[in-house]
């Protein structure tokens, strides 16, 4: 399966800057997703990254807080935009790829903390 | 409604006992696929194992095995002789439709699992 660096691991931010995460696959893929995790919660679709076209993104989520640039099938990157401490969660992307069946490959996080 | 339900908030188990985490989800489609995901606090979502809707035997990887139920639309994730390590938040996913299918999952809240020297 796809290996995903993802950088950086953590970070604390100050409020009303921003932040961008970056994803590394070691192979070609199509479909990448970005995820929201606040803490002690879920995971929380914020958009699917397509190369070549926009970002889709999820309800609740506008490109203007979170853009996303997907120039190739290996890179992503999310930007957290004028960020306030509500931003602080970690942060996920992930690959889906078929080895046999469908499944999801993710990048090891992104922990942010926004003061 | 809720398409993944994880009802266990939190479990513990003693040390090389084995534990079921409860996972049901809800679906229309003929075809979908079940996930197993293990987060340690480090935050890395780590995959475990996974069953297809047509697959006739439970899957299993290791010491984990899912005991897949499709009348009753569980896919329980069995961990068998628990060890330390073994603690961490563990969800359970849902991805629906077949080829053409939406490659979105959808996840369960997740349970915490404790595992007790």
């Known amino acids: 399966s796809a290996v995903i660096s993802q950088k950086p691991s953590r970070d604390i931010c100050q409020r009303g800057t921003s932040l961008t995460i970056q994803c590394q696959v070691d192979?070609?893929?199509?479909?990448m997703f970005w995820y929201r995790q606040q803490p002690g919660q879920s995971l929380t679709l914020i958009a699917t990254?397509?190369?070549?076209?926009?970002?889709?993104?999820e309800s609740g989520f506008v490109i203007d807080k979170f853009p996303i640039s997907r120039p190739n099938l290996t890179f992503s990157t999310l930007t957290v935009s004028n960020m306030s401490p509500e931003d602080s969660s970690i942060y996920l992307c992930?690959?889906?790829?078929?080895?046999?069946?469908?499944?999801?490959?993710f990048g090891s996080g992104t922990r942010l903390t926004v003061v | 409604a809720q398409k993944i339900t994880q009802t266990q908030p939190g479990m513990f188990v003693q040390e090389k006992e084995a534990v079921t985490l409860d996972c049901t989800y809800d679906?229309?489609?003929?075809?979908?696929?079940l996930f197993w995901y293990k987060q340690p606090s480090s935050g890395e979502m780590i995959f475990l194992i996974y069953?297809?809707?047509?697959?006739?035997q439970n899957a299993t990887e290791g010491r984990y095995s899912l005991n897949f139920q499709k009348a009753r639309k569980s896919a329980n994730l069995v961990i068998s002789a628990s060890q330390l390590g073994d603690s961490a938040m563990y969800f359970c996913?849902?991805?629906?439709?077949?080829?053409?299918?939406?490659?979105?999952?959808?996840f369960g809240r997740g349970t915490s699992l404790i595992v007790h020297p």
């Open positions: 992930s690959v889906g790829e078929n080895n046999g069946h469908y499944g999801y490959t």
């Open positions: 192979s070609q893929v199509t479909m």
């Open positions: 990254a397509n190369q070549g076209s926009e970002a889709t993104y």
């Open positions: 679906t229309s489609d003929q075809s979908y696929g």
């Open positions: 069953q297809g809707s047509y697959d006739e």
């Open positions: 996913a849902m991805r629906e439709g077949g080829t053409g299918g939406s490659y979105i999952p959808t």
